[in-house]
Nanobody, 121 residues
Framework: QVQLQESGPGLVKPSQTLSLTCTVS??????????WSWFRQPPGKGLEWMGA???????YYSPSLKSRTSISRDTSRKQFTLQLSSVTPEDTAVYYC?????????????WGQGTQVTVSS
């Protein structure tokens, strides 16, 4: 059974870069069938897809976040990472990593538990 676990700082200052890591156990992140994805949910708002890295290594970003987002992976550690630059308080959210069967939507995803990130000085 695959498991995903997000890790990273819970507090980031404005203008800094948010960095999160998702560690995968019980499965391979190079399986071409899946998209290893990042989502977030700001307080009081819906879930937002941020981007994904496919098993092949191809990377996809949400157009609205593309200029600030970078996704990468370390296959030897079975980890994939999210970096979001120039953060503002509007980037405060619960961030989730997920293994998804599709790209850009939440159906067919298997989720990590999520991690709260607050942007504040």
């Amino acid at each position: 059974q695959v498991q995903l676990q997000e890790s990273g700082p819970g507090l980031v200052k404005p203008s800094q870069t948010l960095s999160l890591t998702c560690t995968v156990s019980g499965g391979s992140i190079t399986t071409d069938y899946y998209y290893w994805s990042w989502f977030r949910q700001p307080p009081g708002k819906g879930l937002e897809w941020m981007g994904a890295i496919a098993g092949s290594g191809s990377i996809y970003y949400s157009p609205s976040l593309k200029s600030r987002t970078s996704i990468s992976r370390d296959t030897s550690r079975k980890q994939f990472t999210l970096q979001l630059s120039s953060v503002t308080p509007e980037d405060t959210a619960v961030y989730y990593c997920a293994r998804c069967e599709g790209l850009g939507y939440e159906e067919g995803c298997y989720w990590g538990q999520g991690t709260q990130v607050t942007v504040s000085s």
